[in-house]
């Protein structure tokens, strides 16, 4: 790794001014998602645990998928019928009361959302096929989804997968062929009753009061801005959280223009990589962790967000062998994982519950607590302003100042990414933070070691970090 560059700070007065006025999910951390369908998680034992959740520093629910779907194919995101809930996690009474409480907390619930096919299994389309053979070809159901009898026919141009996904399906039933995408028939963007299906059954998700969605594969394509992010943002008043699986921060500009609100601040690579486990696997150094946060600033600016999740890697596909990767010292690395990416201001959170269970109760403490501390000050949530403090000597230094949208609470965050301890300098000139003052230390409580004059020290263990609320000047 080579040092890291000296960084020039803007006034204290710039930074400290909020470019807009902050939505709700820039007001909060802490996602928690749960493979509800798979792992047979019931709403009401969730609803059970709220108040824990909240106090282990959880602000958003996340969920994957809350409709009724196919466990055997895709972890239970595979629609097989969008108007209920799979059987194991109990009734739509019971998802809307999970809602309702979380709200009554100040807490979010979100979803993985496939809108773009439904299963060949499903009864709605089981009637779709028994209709279509008696002559029908006008309801609801048949009229969902395209059928031909030409095989030889084009198949619908907004196809939301690679080409083999994509297909003309012989149905005997139906004795016609209709169009197939992933696991069943797809939605076509360009048939208007297609298209009113999905809007039909988004709006019945809405009215549980749901407060975003990561939508399934997704594509920056006008035919499908109205289901992805017009519908959501308009049919219900909540904030909300909207983005793609396959979102990044190399497209972010084209993805806030078509009306996305938050993308991955690395890549859709979440159960196996981010920022920080390319930084301490080597992949980065400081200097380009620096353009890597540099992405939730750009978010910031425009009135969203990035997320980036604990690194999981189970294939989403199958989910079985439960054989959660760690990093070389798990006690330490993960929970700093968590000080650097929540603390720099990115939606951050275990992308699966069954995997957080399974953490030694002091990972799930500490982690619990980084969250915590993020949620309890604003300067640390993802509205508050970022600049780099230059930090040294070693290049495994690392260091940031956040301010609050309001300007009111600032936080001195100092890293050091070795694993061995360190004493880990930082250059305050210019930063607008008092030259002599006691900080307060966030995560530990007490008192930090006093600051008396620009270079500022601070002894770290391997992997350790402080965050500290400072005064400025």
Known sequence: MSAPAAATQPPASQTAKPIQQSTDFQN????MWFYNTYFDYKYTDITKK???FKASGIRVLGFFSPYDGDKTLCAGCDPLDFYSVSPQNGTIQDWKNLVAQAHKRGMKVVSYFVNIYMDENSQFFQNAQQQYAAGDRTSREVSSFTWTTNPNDPLPSLRMGPPWASSWEWSATAGAYYWKLWFGPGFNWDQPTSVAEVKRFEEFWLDTGIDGFMWDVG????RFQEAAVTLPKTYTTNDKWLTFETSGATNAQALHAFGLNS???YSDQGNWTNDYTRLVNGQIDVNGLETQLENSDYARSVGATTHAWTIAADDDANLADHDYPSYPNDEVQRVQEAALLAGSGILYGSPMYDQYIRWSPTVRANWDRVLSTVNDNKALLP???RDRVPAGPSATAFAERRTSEDGKQTALLVYNFSPTPATVTVDLTGTGIDLK????DLYNG???AK???AAYSVSLPGYGFTMLEVKTT
Do not use: H
């Not at 909060?28 to 996602?31: C, D, E, K, P, S």
């Not at 594509?219 to 006008?222: E, H, M, P, Q, Y």
């Open 28 to 31: 909060l951390n802490g996602f």
């Open 50 to 52: 709220l108040d824990q």
């Open 219 to 222: 594509r920056l394509d006008s």
């Open 263 to 265: 993308w991955f601040n």
């Open 383 to 385: 509205a508050a302003s």
């Open 437 to 440: 003052q006691q900080p307060k």
């Open 446 to 448: 007490g008192k930090g």
């Open 451 to 453: 600051i008396d004059g």
